[in-house]
């Protein structure tokens, strides 16, 4: 005889939940009863440390102890299955409220899980009844398209489960909807407690002044490809996973489809083992990828966005951000697809070539997430601008390359510094390029036996004489593409020049002796 709804409510799930969870549940419930009826409450947890564990043993216990209903509400159709998947787990039955849901038993079930766009269209139209709905879930709740949906349970209690309690529009600060935040456990503590993998990061140092920021806040889709897409750029990516994640199964993240495609033929053509997912792929499609990458222990995944909320691969083991982005929910939410731990498994690789790390600190860092609630923008206003961080950079010759300038013991110029010395002392900011040009050729010639030698090393400073004209055009606030490349071809044209004119007293100065015939 098959179990009555009831019956299969009473059950006790199976699944065991952590003491921090079972902590969450009780503060939750607290809030509850003490609260009124329509209290907004937002809670945080990490990616990967069970938000929606937690909120379907809160639906269980709800429903065992009220009499309304209870409606959970998600952004995504991926969401949207898997949530049903665990309240179910947990013996809740619920109803799915979808396109293609028939609505005509709804009465039947104390428990909804509804997409917001589909939902909205019901309650507009008056399918539904949410009538005697005393408990709304709504998972994402970062996301602004939940709030028009706040006018119908106006005397329901509201609970937002999110990552990252910050708003993805400056304009709609999540403090307007919600009354009260309360944190869950720390990225450190789930890693102590081995619940979260450590990130191991490696960081390059990007030039994105060429990025634009679209009206969403973050960069356009344009610039970004125009940038990623670039030969140099996309070397740069296949060295960095080379280096640091050769044989292991990588994620990689991209602003744009065309990237990822780009992404997909480079390393395809280097002959390791990639596929490219865009949300353009078909439903049978996805599946046919997502199997191979979970399956293949080598596999290099390139995609878009639509990875960073609903999928779980715990067997990942190299994030890497192929990016920038301006969105901190976005930054959580990528690296957190490596986060998952998995037997042996105790740590992940992140690769960042956005500059990200240098923009909001290091991934699991402690962040005051009930500051940022009460004051998101005292937070996003003090997030460091490309200019700024870049101009911290410290911009060192390739590895190879700097095989080739052994004798030295430093290659390197502080631009900044030398413009700065020689505004103070009232002199032609031209002082500053002949002074590179100088420690150029010094390098050159230490390194070398005669001036051809020289001229031949002079060719592989090319990425650093294009650094350091960039870092001067900021310095005279001129930079102009045209004025830029000018500087490039005439600074390359100077230091020959001064090669051949010098080589042999420079040689004799740094060795005491000219150079042998």
């Not at 993998?197 to 030039?207: F, S, V």
């Not at 930054?331 to 240098?358: A, C, E, H, P, W």
């Amino acid at each position: 005889m098959p179990e009555t709804l009831f019956e299969l409510q009473e059950k006790k799930t199976d699944k065991e939940l952590y003491s921090y969870q079972q902590g969450a549940i009780h503060q939750i419930f607290e809030k509850f009863d003490n609260e009124r009826d329509d209290y907004h409450l937002l809670y945080q947890l990490p990616t990967g440390g069970g938000k929606t564990v937690i909120f379907s043993e809160m639906v269980r216990q709800y429903l065992k102890n009220h009499s309304k209903k209870v409606l959970v509400m998600t952004h995504r159709v991926e969401l949207c299955n898997q949530t049903s998947k665990m309240l179910t787990s947990f013996g809740v039955v619920n109803k799915v409220v979808d396109s293609k849901a028939n609505l005509d038993d709804h009465e039947r079930y104390s428990c909804y899980v509804a997409m917001v766009e589909t939902l909205n269209n019901r309650l507009n139209d008056g399918i539904l009844d949410i009538s005697d709905v005393g408990l709304v879930i709504i998972d994402e709740a970062h996301y602004n398209s939940f709030t028009k949906l706040f006018k119908f349970f106006e005397n329901s209690f509201i609970l937002g489960v999110t990552a990252t309690p910050l708003s993805s529009n400056k304009e709609l600060p999540m403090n307007r909807n919600y009354d009260e935040l309360i944190p869950g456990e720390s990225i450190e503590n789930l890693i102590e407690n081995d619940f979260l993998a450590r990130a191991e990061t490696y960081q390059y140092d990007m030039g994105l002044t060429s990025l634009e920021v679209g009206s969403n806040g973050d960069y356009t889709v344009k610039s970004s490809s125009d940038l990623y897409t670039s030969p140099s750029m996309l070397n740069k990516l296949l060295e960095a996973y080379t280096k640091h994640s050769k044989g292991k199964k990588t994620l990689i993240f991209n602003n744009g489809i065309e990237t990822s495609i780009q992404v997909y033929h480079t390393f395809n053509n280097a002959g390791l083992p990639i596929m490219h997912l865009d949300n353009t792929a078909t439903k049978k499609q996805r599946k046919h990828i997502l199997k191979w990458f979970h399956e293949t222990p080598d596999a290099i995944l390139t995609s878009v966005s639509i990875l960073t909320t609903g999928f779980d691969e715990p067997t990942i083991d190299t994030i890497i951000l192929n990016r920038a982005t301006k969105s901190l929910t976005l930054y959580y939410q990528m690296i957190g697809r490596g986060s998952r731990v998995l037997n042996n498994k105790s740590k992940f690789t992140v690769i960042d070539l956005g500059n990200n790390i240098y923009r909001f600190g290091p991934w699991g860092a402690d962040l005051d997430w009930e500051a940022i609630f009460k004051s998101p923008n005292f937070y996003i206003d003090r997030i460091k601008d490309d200019e700024a961080i870049e101009s911290t950079f410290k911009h060192e010759l390739a590895e190879d390359i700097r095989e080739e300038f052994s004798k030295s013991k430093d290659t390197y110029l502080d631009i900044n510094a030398i413009y700065k010395e020689a505004t103070f002392s009232g002199e032609s900011s031209k002082v500053v390029l002949e002074k590179s040009i100088e420690q150029h050729a010094h390098i050159c010639i230490e390194n070398s036996e005669d001036v051809y030698d020289a001229l031949a090393l002079a060719k592989l400073l090319k990425e650093d004489i294009d650094n350091r004209i960039q870092v001067y055009g900021k310095c005279i606030s001129k930079s102009t593409y045209n004025f830029i490349s000018w500087l490039k071809l005439d600074y390359q044209k100077k230091l020959n020049a001064y090669l051949r004119e010098n080589f042999d007293a420079v040689f004799e100065q740094i060795h005491g002796h000219p150079p042998e015939d």
